[in-house]
């Protein structure tokens, strides 16, 4: 009788927690969808719909990364919880790909603290969701696309430098030099991606030179590599 208490306490705070613990630190992807008011109806069912199918692969993929999966919070709201860096970078990169060409995001990663252990993300609010809604109104501001925030500010303003030079660039691309660019990341020589494509190797040559897709590919595996190094579980 004594252990009865003991474990009925137990199971009321295991209900509705997803096992979330706010004394750890979590990391937490917020992405708002840019303008989406302003879509043609067709336009924005179209990329609402591929955002939602990519949500849906990202949480597949990354179920063992992920403390809350992602979720379409406020119709034009992404926010997901992870429980450590990896998948960061390539989940916002996932979330931008699935909405071009009909419309683009502004992102923020954080590292913090959580205020409320709940499997609604609506609900669980503290220090690392004020600090990236903060940021999202502010880049919203100064028509920025990404922000990070860490712990060390010297490596928050180096990603951050590092993401908005990659994606500045890619948002130049014609979609033929955003198609060499996706394969290119992916590790594929040029001759490869000519094959796959099916056009000469001169012109993946010419294509990647005009966009400076070695520039931007660099710049994205300095960043996925500098998070790595940066955020501490």
């Known amino acids: ?7 009925l306490e137990n199971q009321l705070k295991s209900i509705d927690s997803g096992g979330l613990d706010v004394r750890r630190r979590y990391m937490l992807v917020l992405a708002d ?39 379409r919070a406020y119709g034009d709201e992404v926010a997901g919880l992870l429980l450590h860096h990896e998948p960061g970078l390539e989940i916002l990169d996932a979330l931008r790909e699935s909405l071009h060409p009909d419309g683009t995001l502004r992102c923020v990663i954080a590292a913090g603290q959580i205020g409320v252990p709940s499997t609604d993300i609506r609900r ?19 028509n920025g696309f990404f922000s990070c925030l860490l712990d060390e500010e010297v490596v928050s303003l180096a990603l951050t430098a590092l993401v908005n030079t990659a994606n500045a660039l890619i948002e130049r691309m014609t979609p033929y030099q955003r198609s060499v660019w996706r394969l290119a990341k992916q590790g594929l020589a040029q001759r490869e991606i000519a094959e796959r494509l099916g056009k000469f190797a001169q012109s993946v ?13 660099a710049a994205e595996n300095a960043a996925k590599e500098l998070l790595s190094k940066s955020f501490q579980r």
């Open 124 to 142: 669980v609010g503290g220090e690392v969701f004020k600090k990236a809604d903060e940021e999202i109104r502010q880049l919203g501001a100064r």
């Open 1 to 7: 009788m004594n252990g009865i208490p003991l474990i």
């Open 205 to 217: 040559s010419d294509a990647a030179r005009r966009a400076a897709i070695d520039t931007v590919v």
């Open 33 to 71: 969808v840019v303008a989406s008011t302003d879509m043609a109806p067709d336009r924005r069912a179209a990329a609402f719909g591929r955002l939602d199918e990519a949500i849906q692969d990202l949480n597949r993929r990354f179920a063992h990364d992920l403390a809350l999966p992602l979720t």
